[in-house]
């Protein structure tokens, strides 16, 4: 997945999006960073065809994706969002089991495959235990999961999540940190996340995107991306770059 040139604007006067290019790599885990504000939330809803850009393409598997036809979209990426809502007096199973609309035409019922996808899902997210328990029943870790199993479902080849550990406690971070880990290499999904933690980012991602005010400013590895002078400059901040044999390069920030 490839995009250029992309800009795209809230309000038709300031541009949140500047003409921005980068590349999402097949079967990688690409995680954006970058301030509050930056347009990382911006670019993936352009990306997953939520947002409409006044400018520029995204090309997916050699076509632009407004090309796509709805469905056939549909079933290319799924999103995580950062907020999500849905009503509480569900099971967690018919919850998930939406997830599988996009592939059904009106008033079909759920097939083998869909019944299939929907096991598949609560198994990977580890909610096997909880498909008959309602969301308010669910602690956040699990409730996180819930949103993961609800794009799972959608069988895509690619996955996006927005801050997906946002409000989770360390051990709850670093489980679904894994879990997404496990969806990159077990079934070879491609994925793209934004992160705030740049630990969490090193550690977890094979390239690294790096946005400000509307821009791509970096784009690379881990190693080539996350130095002393890039966190100076995007976020005003003073950081150690260290090299542990055990954690590898880690960050330690020292003051603003
Ligand atoms: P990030 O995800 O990096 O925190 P966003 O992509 O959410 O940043 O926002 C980029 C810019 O667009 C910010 O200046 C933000 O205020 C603005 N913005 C985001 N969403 C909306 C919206 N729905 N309407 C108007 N402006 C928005
Ligand atoms: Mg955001």
């Not at 995107?209 to 190693?223: A, H, Q």
Request: glycine share 8%; net charge neutral.
């Amino acid at each position: 997945m490839e995009f250029r040139n992309i800009s795209f604007s809230y309000n038709k006067i300031t541009d949140n999006l500047k003409g921005i290019n980068g590349k999402i790599e097949k079967g990688k885990i690409t995680t954006i960073i970058g301030p509050n504000g930056s347009g990382k939330s911006t670019l993936l809803g352009v990306l997953s065809r939520n947002y409409l850009p006044s400018k520029g393409e995204v090309i997916l598997d050699g076509k632009a994706i407004q090309q796509y036809k709805p469905k056939e979209f549909a079933q290319k990426i799924a999103v995580v969002h950062q907020h999500n809502d849905a009503p509480s007096d569900i099971t967690i199973e018919r919850l998930v089991s939406f997830g599988r609309l996009p592939h059904k035409g009106f008033f079909h019922f759920l097939q083998e495959e869909d019944e299939q996808a929907i096991q598949w899902a609560l198994t990977c997210t580890n909610l096997q235990e909880k498909r008959t328990k309602r969301l308010s029943e669910l602690s956040g870790g699990e409730r996180q999961r819930v949103w993961v199993a609800l794009s799972l479902v959608q069988k895509t080849p690619i996955l996006f999540l927005d801050e997906p550990t946002t409000y989770l406690d360390i051990y709850y971070q670093l489980e679904m940190l894994e879990l997404i880990k496990s969806l990159n290499v077990t079934h070879g999904l491609t994925i793209v996340m934004v992160l705030h933690e740049i630990n969490q980012a090193i550690r977890y991602s094979d390239q690294i995107l790096v946005m400000k005010e509307g821009e791509v400013v970096m784009e690379g590895t881990p190693n080539e991306v996350i130095t002393e002078k890039m966190m100076k400059s995007i976020y005003g901040v003073d950081v150690v770059v260290k090299e542990d044999p055990l954690a590898g390069l880690y960050v330690l920030p020292i003051g603003v």
